[in-house]
């Protein structure tokens, strides 16, 4: 069975930093890609970073791009989104999704998805 659980959100300060953790379980890296999401009160969901499977290439929206990092942990079944210089419009909810191939998660679309961790950024 494909579980996904998402840890680390949190309220911060705009400027400051965290790092999501996505611990996975019923699949593999080398057999699935992986992406993070967020979505905020009354806006459409983004996807935010992803990585692929096998060589683990990474893909990021332009609003991310330079401020966030995306990671995985092969040892630890564990994918991450690490978050610097947060501004208040990176405030929603944060989701991990799994996917066959990335360019589905790219797409938006996933099969599995992890119930959220909230992360505020204040200013």
């Known amino acids: 069975e494909v579980q996904l659980v998402e840890s680390g959100g949190a309220l911060v300060q705009a400027g400051g930093s965290l790092r999501l953790s996505c611990a996975t379980s019923g699949f593999s890296y080398d057999d699935y890609a992986v992406g993070w999401f967020r979505q905020a009160p009354g806006k459409e969901r983004e996807g935010v970073a992803c990585?692929?499977?096998?060589?683990?290439?990474?893909y990021y929206a332009d609003s991310v791009k330079g401020r966030f990092t995306i990671s995985r942990d092969k040892a630890k079944n564990t994918v991450y989104l690490q978050m610097n210089s947060l501004e208040p419009e990176d405030t929603s909810v944060y989701y991990c999704?799994?996917?066959?191939?990335?360019?589905?998660?790219?797409?938006?679309?996933?099969?599995?998805w992890g119930q959220g961790t909230q992360v505020t950024v204040s200013s």
């Open positions: 990585i692929s499977s096998g060589h683990g290439d990474t």
């Open positions: 999704a799994a996917a066959d191939v990335v360019e589905r998660l790219r797409d938006g679309r996933s099969d599995y």
